[in-house]
T-cell receptor, first 113, second 115 residues
């Protein structure tokens, strides 16, 4: 069974630029999550989707971050414009509605200069 | 609200020694509890999970954890450390709703294994 796929793996941009990350969850997993992991900290949930609907985006900085999952499968997370403090690893995870565990992708490491 | 506290940001053990990584949780309702491992430049891998069945949970790579409600703890142990166990370990909690929900993570414990 293929795991959660993410791209790109690494991205370096300058502040005020925009960037987008892509995630493909495990096949059949209806729930998809985006987490932000700042160096030295545990991951923090940004947004949770159930199929193509948003379940929880209370921690998403909506003035600069946006996410979509139009067809209920792949998802894109965008930052526009980026700030220095957005430097982090962005992790995508998915889960089966019948299960309780989340399975994580390898992450995208973002550096904002 | 839920939270997790991991005691000790760094733990060092000798190869072959007991590994003990501490996790205490706070939750207003019965929780689900998880341990994840993260190797350098990789995502998080699920080690084990507690979902209100057996209180002693066995996971992959010889790890196990025991849910102790009276102590609000879910410590991770392994009888004999191996060099390949060196990594960052995260404890996490979620609501016991019967399905997957938002994870709240601790700050992590970096395990170093020495010869």
């Amino acid at each position: 069974e293929a795991g959660v796929a993410q791209s790109p793996r690494y991205k370096i941009i300058e502040k005020r630029q925009s960037v987008a990350f892509w995630c493909n969850p495990i096949s059949g997993h209806a729930t998809l999550y985006w987490y932000q992991q700042i160096l030295g900290q545990g991951p923090k949930l940004l947004i949770q989707f159930q199929n193509n609907g948003v379940v929880d985006d209370s921690q998403l900085p909506k003035d600069r971050f946006s996410a979509e999952r139009l067809k209920g499968v792949d998802s894109t997370l965008k930052i526009q414009p980026a700030k220095l403090e957005d430097s982090a690893v962005y992790l995508c995870a998915s889960s089966d509605p019948k299960g309780v565990a989340q399975y994580f992708g390898p992450g995208t490491r973002l550096l904002v200069l | 609200a839920q939270s997790v506290t991991q005691l000790g940001s760094h733990v060092s053990v000798s190869e072959g020694a007991l590994v003990l990584l501490r996790c205490n949780y706070s939750s207003s309702v019965p929780p689900y509890l998880f341990w994840y491992v993260q190797y350098p430049n990789q995502g998080l891998q699920l080690l084990l999970k507690y979902t209100s069945a057996a209180t002693l949970v066995k996971g992959i790579n010889g790890f196990e954890a025991e849910f102790k409600k009276s102590e609000t703890s879910f410590h991770l142990t392994k009888p004999s450390a191996h060099m390949s166990d060196a990594a960052e370990y995260f404890c996490a909690v979620s609501l016991n709703t019967g399905t997957a929900s938002k994870l709240t993570f601790g700050t992590g414990t970096r395990l170093q294994v020495t010869l």
